[in-house]
Structures are given as structure tokens and as C-alpha cells.
């Protein structure tokens, strides 16, 4: 790469890595709210967030990826160009065609990075969600218990527990149980939330069981284990955890397992998704060609290229959502699956043929001898 090609493969890729970084991060923090229900209540909030947060991070990637290409290209040939740099360099002789080829090939290590992503990353780190999510949902003492507040988890049972410990145990209990006539109340210096038989109970550990008798006196029992049963309605059951399309490898998209019932009825979902994250990696290619179509193809404007910009970014934004609404429409017909590689291939021919028209020539002509003739091309 010579120093030229250096110079502006430089321009885009810094504001290429701007943009993406705020996409992401923006996209992180949408992504992130989602998860709040599942997470606020869960005694590792703070790493649970985190972790499940950052392992979305792959598919948003994948998703903001071209059309962060396609704004950092914009951005960094129209500063050249309204810096009249552009227009230096078709003065020294620079061709239409040597000033896009870096901005192609970063558009090409743009597209091997996305589909890393996409064969990779996405499925392992989306596996790895969907079993934090599922552990955390299927968390007893995390679903019914809040630290250091009054809580229900089941009808007629209050519980207090003043203090989580580690490995799930639970400190200085206080637990009213009103579920029959004459209610009772519980106190333990430990405990811990535990499934017996498919239901929720309370290991109380080194503590008191206080009953009310029917002559109105209390009845105090002390005890040094003593198991609290919570019955099946304090906790719903969690639904069963299976891999979903975009959690998979390409492997098992392309060959599912066919003696699952849920593999044989999502089949065609499945090649969608695979052919969809081989597709994908192209857009980046293509709305970079259309990025550099909507700024250096047509004739020089002294008021800025605001309008030429604006059509691009609208042909940019159509391609992209055609190519979701292809991979969609291909879910249900995988005749379709074709069209995703068609659209993006058609755009980069149609943009190659536009860059490399006479129009580069007549407009490197028209301005006049070069300014920069000692200068190496």
C-alpha cells in the first residue's frame, strides 16, 4: 500500500472505529435494559449484567457493522473532499479507481472480521447467554428472595431475611407463615432456599418456631434443622432450554439434529440464518461501493455533496433492511436464500461499473494540468 492509499485507508478506518464503537455501545446499553427483570432480583446482579450485556456484544457487531463502514466511508471522503484533497488528487494524476481501492479493502477486512464474527463468535457467545439467562431465571433463592426486604413468594408466607451469604445462604430469617387458621412464625440465625420433590423449601437452621395455641398462649419450639415447605405455587416453571438459530453453529444449521422435533420444524428457519451470516459480511462491501458512488461519482459542487449523500444513505439503509427482510422472507421459502447473496453482489457490480465509468476520466481532464506533477502516482 503506497502513501496515498495509506493516507486514506487511514481517514476511514479511525472514524470507522468511532462509529462503531458508539453504535455498540449504544446498542449495549438497549440491549442491557432488557435484561433488568431477570437481573435486578438475582443476588449477582452486578456480574450478571455484565457478562450477559457484553456477550450480546457479537451479533450487534454483526448487525451495525456495514452500515458503520458505510459512515465512516461517507464521513471521510467528503472531509477530503470539501478540503479540496480529492481534488489534489485527480490533479497529480491519482485515478477514481486508486482512491477507492483502499477504502474497498478496508471494507474487505471488514467483511472477514464479520464473518468471524458471524461462524464464531455469535453462536458461542449466544449459547453462552442463553444458559447465563436460563440459570438466572431458574434461580430459586435469587426469584424469591430480596436481601434485607419483606418479601411474598408464596400466598400467606412472609419472609425477611436480613443478609445473602455465600453459596446461597441466607442470615437471620424471619418467616410468618399464614396459610392455615392459626399462623406461625419462624426465626433462624441460617437457612437456605432448596427443590424437595419439584417444590421450593427453606433449610432452617438454629432457630425458633413460635405457634399461636387456640387458648390464645404461644407455643415456643426450638430446633436445629427444620425444613419449611413452600408449596408448588411459589415458583412457576421455568420453560425447557433449547439452542434457537441464531445460538448455533453453522454446522448444526446447515445439518441439524433430525430426530429433534424442534430441529425438524424449524429446518428452513435454520438455513436462513445459515446462509444470512454468509451473505451478510458482503454488505460491507457493497454499501462501502455505494458510499464512494454517492461521493465521488457526478460532478463537482462548490455547495457540498449534502443531497448526493442523502441518496445514498437512503439506497444504503434499503439494501440493508432488504437483505433482513430476504433473510425473513427465505425462513419460509428457502428458495429465497439465494437472493440474500444476489442483492449484495448486484450492488457491488452496479457501483464498480458506475466507478469505473468515463466519467472519472472527463472530470480528472477538466481539471486541467496537474498541480502536483513532480509528484510520485
Known sequence: MNTVSAYIFRQALGPLLAILGALAAIAILTQGLNQLDIIITNRRAGWAFAYVTLLA???????????????????????????????????AGVSRRRIARPIIQLAVLAALAHLAINAVAQPWSFTERRETLYALSTDVASSLIEEGSFTFPAEGI?????????????????????RQELPITYTARAGAIVTLDGAPAIVLRDGQIQRQTVEGTVDVLDFDRYVLQMGTEAIEEPDYFFLKASDRTLYELFFPDTTSHYDQRN???????????????????????IALVGVLVGEFRRGGYGRRIMFAAIWALVIRLGALGFQAAAADDPNLNALQYALPIIVIIVCGVMLGGRGARRKRHSLGPSVLSGAST
Open 57 to 91: 456484544l457479537p451479533q450487534l457487531i454483526s448487525l451495525i457493522l456495514p452500515m458503520a463502514v458505510f459512515i465512516a466511508t461517507i464521513y471521510a471522503l467528503n472531509r477530503m473532499q470539501s478540503e479540496s484533497e480529492i481534488a489534489v488528487l485527480y490533479g
Open 267 to 289: 429446518v428452513e428457519q435454520f438455513l436462513a440464518e445459515a446462509h444470512g451470516r454468509l451473505s451478510a459480511p458482503l454488505l460491507n462491501i457493497a454499501l462501502a461501493m
Open 158 to 178: 412472609t419472609l425477611y431475611a436480613r443478609q445473602r451469604g455465600g453459596g446461597g445462604e441466607l442470615r437471620d430469617l424471619l418467616i410468618n407463615d399464614a
